[in-house]
Every structure is written in structure tokens, then in C-alpha cells.
């Protein structure tokens, strides 16, 4: 199973609210989507390049909105990591873990 990302955005694009996907990501999806791999701050902050005090502002915050204490650029950036680890964000604050060895799918829908 392939997981997809994010088409990459020209460098000379200005990333705003409006022209990027990410703004529909929320900090439930982003602090799950790392515990379901299994992964720390740490280890993203060496992946991505950005500041592990960056990461854990991003997690922190309403868990049913876009991480407030984060740029869209930022936050594009760890979800292109995370998705690259088998992560699929999926529509109403839910993810997908998807192990393509071992076929193996988990779904997690927080409830209000």
C-alpha cells in the first residue's frame, strides 16, 4: 500500500491558511499520529530540522484545532514526515496507521 503526500510547493509560493491542505489538520491528529508510530519529539526535530521546543508548542492547544502555536510551513513539514511514516490524516480529527509489511490498518476518531 502506498501512502501519499502532499504535492511539494514551489519555494518562491508564499504558504498561507488558504492554498495548502495542512489547515485542516488538527493537534489531536498530530500528537496521535506520533504516538501511533511510536516516535518522539526528538526524533521528528531531526527528520524535519525543526526545533523539538517548536514540536511540543505545536502538540500543545485545543485538541479539535489547527496547532495554534504553529506556521502552516511548519506544520506542512511534519505532516509530510509523518505521512511518509505511514500516516494517513483522514477527514473529522481522525488518522490511519497503515504498516504496509504487515498489512495491518488502525483507525483513531476522537469523540467529542
Do not use: C, W
Not at 485542516?24 to 491528529?29: I, V, Y
Not at 523539538?52 to 479539535?64: D, I, P, T, W, Y
Not at 514526515?81 to 483513531?108: A, M, W
Amino acid at each position: 500500500m502506498r501512502v501519499e503526500t502532499h504535492p511539494t510547493i514551489d519555494l518562491g509560493t508564499r504558504i498561507t491558511m488558504d492554498n495548502i491542505p495542512t489547515k485542516d489538520l488538527t493537534t489531536f491528529q498530530l500528537r496521535g499520529a506520533r504516538k501511533a508510530l511510536g516516535i518522539t519529539l526528538k526524533k521528528i526535530a531531526e527528520s524535519t530540522g525543526i526545533a523539538v521546543s517548536s514540536l511540543a508548542r505545536m502538540e500543545s492547544g485545543n485538541v479539535f484545532l489547527f496547532p495554534e502555536h504553529s506556521s502552516v510551513p511548519t506544520v506542512y513539514a511534519v505532516r509530510n514526515y509523518l505521512e511518509s511514516q505511514g500516516i494517513r490524516f483522514l477527514q473529522d480529527n481522525g488518522l490511519q496507521l497503515v504498516n504496509p509489511d504487515e498489512k495491518i490498518q488502525i483507525r483513531i476518531v476522537p469523540t467529542h
